[in-house]
T-cell receptor
């Protein structure tokens, strides 16, 4: 199993450009989420989804769009990149509810995507 | 006020020491609590879940105080390999996965 796969690992953008960070999981997890991590700030929740067709805002949703057309994929879109969006982005997934030997809310993370906006 | 707050650290302790981290959360409806560990430039990984009665996993002990909305992590007999950032994590919306919020992390350095 690949787990959670994020692409790209590194990206440099100019202000105003758009891009999509891809996230895919092969564990049949209902829950998927995006976080950004900045120095000294911990991880902040951008958007999350509890199933295909359902998305909701986290702590810092402005400037980002998401969609969940399939269980496996949860792309994060930056429509017009700004220097303030320079960060490391993590995608994570989990089961929605507790299951034997796995536990709800136990997140599996991708390896991260490092984005720089000039 | 942040929904999940942690000791900022950093903690710098000698090998073999006992160290404790604290975390408070603001939403009394929260049902699920965790400690994650993050190594430098890596993704976070689950260290342990935190259960109502408290739980232990080897040298690590987690406690939950619902009345005070407080979570703690105790590391005994610390090892050099324990050096990492420890993240307090709370699911704000009940027992099924929903709005899962991280604290800002506490950095721990173990010195020989």
């Amino acid at each position: 199993n690949a787990g959670v796969t994020q692409t790209p690992k590194f990206q440099v953008l100019k202000t105003g450009q758009s891009m999509t960070l891809q996230c895919a999981q092969d564990m049949n997890h209902e829950y998927m989420s995006w976080y950004r991590q900045d120095p000294g700030m911990g991880l902040r929740l951008i958007h999350y989804s509890v199933g295909a067709g359902i998305t909701d805002q986290g702590e810092v949703p402005n400037g980002y769009n998401v969609s969940r057309s399939t269980t496996e994929d949860f792309p994060l879109r930056l429509l017009s990149a700004a220097p303030s969006q320079t960060s490391v982005y993590f995608c994570a997934s989990s089961y929605l509810r507790d299951r034997a030997h796995s536990g709800a809310n136990v997140l599996t993370f991708g390896a991260g995507s490092r984005l720089t906006v000039l | 006020r942040k929904e999940v707050e942690q000791d900022p650290g950093p903690f710098n302790v000698p090998e073999g020491a006992t160290v404790a981290f604290n975390c408070t959360y603001s939403n009394s409806a929260s049902q699920s609590f965790f400690w994650y560990r993050q190594d430098c430039r890596k993704e976070p990984k689950l260290l342990m879940s935190v259960y109502s009665s408290g739980n232990e996993d080897g040298r690590f002990t987690a406690q939950l105080n619902r009345a005070s909305q407080y979570i703690s992590l105790l590391i005994r007999d610390s090892k050099l390999s324990d050096s990492a950032t420890y993240l307090c994590v709370v699911n704000l919306s009940g027992s099924s996965a929903s709005k899962i919020i991280f604290g800002s992390g506490t950095r721990l350095s173990i010195r020989p």
